[in-house]
């Protein structure tokens, strides 16, 4: 639901259209036997192809001396190499799987970015299957890397702490390790990016349409509060964006490194 799609204002005899989950549901652009486009999906490929433009266009001619685009995507790329890649993994370790963070990063960046993006106007990650769908990949590398380093056995003390010295207590924690790192770890991967950006949406929509609503007599004072902190409210979820692309690859680099470490 965005403002201009209500006539509803104060004072007119209506209450307010508060926003909900309907506002998070989209009709389909279109159906090709059975399967349903929406809005949604097309921003999420739209992102794909944001991000494949931008480093094909930084890096597609790179040359010694770097043209603005290509100074933009090395800083960009060197920020999640160094400061998340190499510091969880190392640069030994971490460097083979820097195009996978990278990538990561830029594609839930994007994704949340098209909140504040005229007409767009909605974080694909508010939709819980899609920081599903990238916490699952996420998932499956880091248990597949686990075996191979680490063999069947090993893998198995790894994600269950295993530890003799404990003791009677290393059955109890053997089941709570189990349980937060093959079923709870996934599960707060994906809710954290997701609940951030469902709410973050939401605010944005309720102050959005307060200041529609308000627009209307007296009403008017409050609609220009509204809409200041509406203006407020988009310059801080700028910043959560950001932090929310950070914080999943950062987490991500943390999984892969614990898959790499030696069991202890």
């Not at 971490?94 to 909140?115: A, D, Q, R, T």
Request: aromatic letters at 16%.
């Amino acid at each position: 639901m965005l403002a201009f799609e209500t006539d509803c204002h104060i004072f007119s005899g209506c209450g307010f259209p508060a926003p909900g989950l309907q506002s998070f549901v989209f009709e389909p652009l279109f159906t090709i036997n059975g399967f349903e486009f929406n809005k949604v999906m097309l921003l999420a490929l739209l992102s794909t192809v944001v991000v494949v433009a931008f480093f094909w266009a930084a890096f597609g001619k790179a040359k010694v001396i770097p043209s603005k685009m290509q100074m933009i995507g090395e800083a960009g790329y060197d920020f999640v190499r160094r400061g998340i890649v190499y510091d969880a993994l190392g640069k030994k370790e971490g460097e083979k799987y820097v195009p996978f963070i990278v990538s990561l990063f830029f594609f839930v960046w994007i994704m949340n970015l098209w909140s504040i993006v005229p007409i767009a106007q909605f974080p694909v990650t508010s939709i819980i299957a899609f920081p599903a769908g990238l916490a699952a990949i996420v998932y499956i590398t880091w248990v597949t890397l686990t075996f191979k380093r680490h063999g069947f056995v090993g893998a198995l003390k790894n994600f269950s702490g295993y530890d003799k010295s404990l003791g009677a207590v290393l059955p109890m924690l053997v089941v709570i390790e189990l349980l937060s790192n093959l079923i709870i770890r996934p599960f707060t991967h994906a809710v954290r990016l997701f609940a951030n950006m469902f709410a973050g949406h939401l605010l944005l929509l309720m102050f959005t349409i307060a200041s529609w609503y308000l627009l209307n007599g007296f009403g008017v004072v409050y609609a220009g509060a509204s809409f200041v902190m509406t203006i407020l409210l988009t310059a801080f979820e700028l910043f959560i964006q950001a932090v929310q692309a950070y914080v999943f690859v950062l987490l991500t680099a943390n999984y892969l490194q614990g898959a790499l470490a030696e069991h202890h």
